[in-house]
């Protein structure tokens, strides 16, 4: 399995501020995915970051409010633009190395005050 | 769309006790993937099932693909305070590769 870093771990943000959550992986991989987890909930799909590409969403996620890149195979980052309290959530990036799998990193949770 | 629906919600459980949960769905999958989520952390994978009327065990825990395609379950058996946390079932979205549907999640607590 890879080894999935994410950083922040954590953070607090003020309402219409933007923060950007960045995934990084120890090995190259082909596909990677950002998910949001609301509170008390189970993960839903933002969307799938392509490498040399526009990222591929989720129906209900569109690029304006959650902008991802995907510079290489072992990097990639997910911004929450123009932030509500609604958007606290924690998000979490995760890589398939193949066979249907997936690997999760850490987690970054936020507050949006 | 597909939909995976699990159960218990919730579990309070003695030490020592065995647990059972469960994954159904309407539609087929190709793959079963039991997570579980630490507070504070991310999922981690606990077994991953590819063939129907697979069971596969991971330690303390076991799991199986039913035979129909629409379920599976997660066992655990002898539970200790650190099964604590969320189960969650998974399978991979319909003709979407590696893309990843959830169930709704089996908090689990255990008491010592």
């Known amino acids: 399995s890879a080894v999935i870093s994410q950083k922040p771990s954590r953070d607090i943000c003020q309402r219409g501020t933007s923060l950007t959550i960045q995934c990084q992986v120890d090995s190259q991989v082909t596909m990677m995915f950002w998910y949001r987890q609301q509170p008390g909930q189970s993960l839903t799909l933002i969307a799938t970051a392509n490498q040399g590409s526009e990222a591929t969403y989720e129906s209900g996620f569109v690029i304006d409010k959650f902008p991802i890149s995907r510079p290489n195979l072992t990097f990639s980052t997910l911004t929450v633009s123009n932030m509500s309290p609604e958007d606290s959530s924690i998000y979490l990036c995760s890589v398939s190395p193949g066979q249907e799998t997936q690997y999760f990193g850490p987690g970054t949770r936020l507050l949006v005050l | 769309g597909q939909q995976l629906n699990q159960s218990p919600q919730s579990m309070f459980i003695q030490e020592g006790e065995d647990v059972s949960m469960n994954c159904t769905s309407s539609s087929i999958f190709n793959t079963w993937l039991w997570y579980k989520q630490d507070p504070g952390e991310g999922p981690v994978l606990l077994i991953a099932l590819y063939k129907a009327g697979e069971l596969t065990s991971n330690g303390r825990l076991t799991a199986q693909f039913g035979i129909t395609r629409k379920d599976s379950f997660l066992n655990i058996s002898a539970s200790i305070p650190s099964d604590v946390g969320i189960y969650f079932c998974?399978?991979?979205?319909?003709?979407?590769?590696?893309?990843?549907?959830f169930g709704g999640g089996t908090r689990l607590m255990v008491k010592p």
């Open positions: 998974a399978g991979p979205k319909s003709n979407a590769g590696n893309m990843l549907t």
